[in-house]
């Protein structure tokens, strides 16, 4: 069964602090790993998606990357505009070689202190 | 640019009223999905449409839920008989077929009284 496991639950930095955001991840065969920005009452707003394994995407302050197990968002000198929660997903292959729905993380809850 | 909209954006109903919330996706985006997402957790897949077809139902959706996409464009997502269990954010997203990104709109979110 697919399972994706992010830590921490939340994070405070201190504007400027750097520091990473952990993902693992179980999946059967993975399409796909996203990672998503949302606000509170507002949808996921899309950032990165990494196929394979030492893959890298980089946007502004935020860098992510992947191995087989896990996949890590780092996020340099934070602002706190950059306050959201961060959540990862998954994506499976089907046996006919499709790929449909994510598979979510409960996220962590980043705060950028001034 | 237009995103992916939802209407309403907040819903109160009271416990065994039906609901209905609307989606339109990206215009050129042929697959939408419907997905519920609860305080503190993740977004949980529901169900998706490619073009009007409707291809895939979670175990979440149950009897009460139903979803339409009659002309491939926008759908509908209706709760009969609604619970107060069904209190949630409701969220679709949109994707072209042979893209895996998932573009999500801002979220219809329901209270059940």
């Known amino acids: 069964e697919d399972q994706v496991t992010q830590s921490p639950e939340a994070l405070r930095l201190q504007e400027g602090e750097s520091s990473s955001l952990n993902c693992s991840y179980t999946?059967?065969?993975?399409?796909?790993l996203f990672w998503y920005r949302q606000d509170p009452g507002k949808g996921p707003e899309f950032l990165f998606t990494?196929?394979?394994a030492g893959e890298e995407k980089e946007k502004e302050r935020l860098k992510a990357t992947l191995t087989k197990k896990e996949s890590f968002l780092h996020i340099t000198a934070p602002k706190p505009e950059d306050s959201a929660t961060y959540l990862c997903?998954?994506?499976?292959?089907?046996?006919?070689?499709?790929?449909?729905?994510?598979?979510f993380g409960t996220g962590t809850r980043l705060t950028v202190i001034p | 640019d237009t995103g992916v909209s939802q209407d309403p954006r907040h819903k109160i109903t009271k416990r065994g009223q039906n609901v209905t919330f609307r989606c339109d996706p990206i215009?050129?985006?042929?697959?939408l999905y419907w997905y519920r997402q609860t305080l503190g957790q993740g977004p949980e897949f529901l169900t998706y449409f490619q073009n009007e077809a409707q291809l895939e139902k979670s175990r979440l959706l149950s009897d009460r839920f139903s979803a339409e996409r009659p002309k491939g464009s926008f759908s509908t997502l209706e709760i009969q008989r609604t619970e107060q269990g069904d209190s949630a954010m409701y969220l679709c997203a949109s994707s072209l077929a042979y893209k895996p990104e998932q573009y999500f709109g801002p979220g219809t979110r329901l209270t059940v009284t």
């Open positions: 990494l196929y394979s």
């Open positions: 997903a998954v994506q499976a292959f089907f046996d006919d070689g499709g790929a449909n729905n994510l598979f």
């Open positions: 215009s050129e985006h042929n697959r």
């Open positions: 999946v059967s065969g993975l399409r796909g």
